[in-house]
């Protein structure tokens, strides 16, 4: 069953690490994907009417890898993920065959976009990973000597 929702800006309509059972088409409105790290917001990117967020709870990955928050007023249509899977697993074969590569291209991309995202932020360190790092370095030194 499907059923629509609207969002104000500054919404979150997804959390970084959180399980979705739902998949969301944007109907109107803008969101911008985001990771947060030491309090900053990484943009990832923008996404308009048409688009999708939290695909990837349809192909067994339901934890989200960004946070999707509304940019200016948003409607969504929320659709079970059930429903995406039942309809792809009726499909014929080629057209799965597609939507898997489409799906994997679109993993990719986002992950290299992320990875890109994080190495170009000069953000400082979080206090708490400090003490995390410098066990690594006397664990790299102990075992390269």
């Known amino acids: 069953m499907q059923t629509t929702k609207e969002f104000k800006r500054g919404e979150i309509i997804l959390q970084e690490g959180v399980n979705t059972d739902f998949v969301y088409l944007l109907q109107s409105g803008r969101v911008k994907t985001y990771l947060e790290r030491s309090g900053k ?11 999708m967020i939290g695909e990837q709870a349809v192909f067994g990955a339901p934890r989200m890898t960004y946070t999707a928050e509304a940019e200016t007023s948003c409607k969504v249509l929320v659709i079970p993920a059930k429903v ?57 030194g102990n075992h390269l000597g």
Not at 41 to 51: D, H, P, R, T, Y
Not at 129 to 135: A, E, G, H, K
């Open 41 to 51: 917001k990484i943009e990832i990117e923008q996404l308009s009417a048409g688009q």
């Open 84 to 140: 995406l899977v039942a309809s792809n697993e009726g499909a014929a074969p080629g057209v799965k065959i597609l939507i898997k590569s489409l799906a994997e291209g679109l993993k990719k991309t986002r992950a290299n976009i992320r990875s890109y995202k994080m190495e170009t932020d000069n953000s400082e360190l979080p206090e708490s990973l400090v003490p995390r790092l410098f066990s690594l370095y006397v664990l790299l």
